[in-house]
């Protein structure tokens, strides 16, 4: 069964150093998304992503924030200047735009610690 | 803007009996999905079951199924005959229907507890 993979598992970094979390999303789908989850709270929507550019952000996705599609099959969130507060789980998620039969397929996170 | 509510931050049921899951949401659109996710201690969010808004009819998927109010704005999950694998997080999510692409708007969970 077609699956969305994200790499690394697990990354530490160090406050103030640039992460990039990969995803490669399933391959028929156009749509592409991260959302994160801070330890103990929900899961919050950052972006998305159609057609080589963002589609929709929130408030947490700042300056600070970047995503790209460099190739046919990667799907990256890059985070320029990590803070503390970013550690969380990093969420990526694919879906096709059927009506009726809409549905976000998730990877199985990234755990971001920032020290 | 839309918000979905999920009131109990945690609940428990013994083997096999039957529980139910609360959530409430919020939205002036008349076009959307919602859903249940479930995420394990993996931390993997895994759909479980996915309801239309312009569907009367109440999803179902094995063991579970939605108590679905529109007029109430209610999106309840039913889990029957509970395993110890359904013990995890549970999250209720809103999407807006007409615009492709759409973000997903989660409750903040219910942690269930399924005790031997």
């Known amino acids: 069964e077609p699956e969305v993979t994200q790499t690394p598992s697990h990354q530490v970094t160090q406050m103030g150093q ?4 990969r995803c490669v999303p399933i391959s028929n789908h156009l749509y592409f998304y991260w959302y994160r989850q801070i330890l103990g709270q929900k899961v919050e929507f950052l972006v998305s992503f159609y057609n080589n550019e963002i589609s929709e ?4 996705f700042d300056d600070q924030f970047s ?3 460099p190739d046919g099959s990667n799907f990256t969130l890059k985070i320029r200047s990590t803070k503390l507060e970013d550690s969380a789980m990093y969420f990526c998620a694919s879906s096709v735009f059927v009506p009726g039969d809409t549905e976000a397929f998730f990877g199985q996170g990234t755990r971001l610690t920032v020290v | 803007a839309q918000t979905v509510t999920q009131s109990q931050p945690e609940m428990s049921v013994q ?3 039957t529980v139910t899951l609360s959530c409430t949401y919020d939205t002036s ?5 919602l859903f249940w996710y479930k995420q394990p201690p993996s931390r993997q969010m895994i759909l479980v079951i996915r309801q239309e808004a312009y569907k009367q009819q109440n999803a179902t998927e094995n063991r579970f199924s939605v108590n679905f109010q529109k007029a109430a704005k209610s999106f ?3 889990i029957s005959d509970s395993q110890l694998g359904d013990t995890a997080m549970y999250f209720c999510a809103f999407m807006i229907g007409e615009t492709s692409g759409s ?3 989660f409750g903040e ?3 269930l507890t399924v005790n031997p």
């Open chain 2, 15 to 17: 083997e096999a009996e």
């Open chain 2, 109 to 111: 969970g219910t942690q």
């Open chain 2, 29 to 33: 659109e008349s076009n959307y999905y």
């Open chain 2, 103 to 105: 973000r997903l708007t």
């Open chain 1, 67 to 69: 995503v790209e599609r």
């Open chain 1, 18 to 21: 640039e992460v990039i979390l």
């Open chain 2, 76 to 78: 309840s999950l039913k």
């Open chain 1, 57 to 60: 952000k929130s408030e947490i």
